[in-house]
């Protein structure tokens, strides 16, 4: 198993452009998750997942959408980068039956707008 | 809003020795999760302790419970280099299962 990948790594983004970071787990997880980690804030929920179809808004969802079209996929969108969205963004998934029990997570994409 | 608060922010201890990191939370949960991160990666999962459950142990990690006190510890035994990294606690609250709740993390170093 791949487990969780996130795709880019690395992108840097100008204010006011949009793009999607990409998620996929292999693992047949229900329950995916978005996350943002600041220097000093820990991570921040964005959007959660608990299957297909079903997305739900998290601690900080402004400025992102998510969709939830397979039990695989996970794609974070934003819609009009600001500065403040620079950051890492980390997705997870887990096995807990649709709850964030035991959590993977991939390697992270490392976001800077500018 | 962050849920967890973790003690000490940074620890710094040699090789051999045993590291204690501690994690206050606000609210009634379900259950307490403790994840490593070592730099510049993602987090990776070490154990989960249910709201019911008092101790848990997996290798050399010793996690503990204190919903009276709404605390938990991170006991890591006989450490080495290769611990070197943060370490967060996160909860479930029991009024809301669907979401993780994050502490800061405490920035362990062990230097060999």
């Known amino acids: 198993n791949a487990g969780v990948t996130q795709t880019p790594k690395f992108q840097v983004l100008k204010t006011g452009q949009s793009m999607t970071l990409q998620c996929a787990q292999d693992m047949n997880h229900e329950y995916m998750s978005w996350y943002r980690q600041d220097p000093g804030m820990g991570l921040r929920l964005i959007h959660y997942s608990v299957g297909a179809g079903i997305t739900d808004q998290g601690e900080v969802p402004n400025g992102y959408n998510v969709s939830r079209s397979t039990t695989e996929d996970f794609p974070l969108r934003l819609l009009s980068a600001a500065p403040s969205q620079t950051s890492v963004y980390f997705c997870?998934?887990?096995?807990?039956?649709?709850?964030?029990?035991?959590?993977?997570f991939g390697p992270g994409t490392r976001l800077t707008v500018t | 809003s962050q849920q967890g608060e973790e003690d000490p922010q940074a620890l710094s201890i040699q090789e051999g020795e045993n590291a204690t990191m501690n994690c206050s939370y606000k609210t009634s949960i379900n259950n307490l999760q403790w994840y490593r991160q070592n730099s510049g990666r993602g987090l990776v999962h070490l154990i989960l302790?249910?709201?019911n459950e008092r101790e848990k142990h997996s290798g050399r990690l010793r996690v503990t419970l204190d919903t009276s006190k709404k605390s938990s510890s991170l006991l890591i035994t006989a450490s080495r280099a290769a611990d070197t990294a943060s370490y967060f606690c996160a909860t479930v609250n029991a009024g809301n299962n669907r979401k993780l709740i994050w502490g800061l993390g405490t920035s362990l170093a062990v230097n060999p």
């Open positions: 302790i249910r709201s």
């Open positions: 997870a998934s887990s096995s807990g039956q649709g709850r964030p029990y035991e959590q993977y």
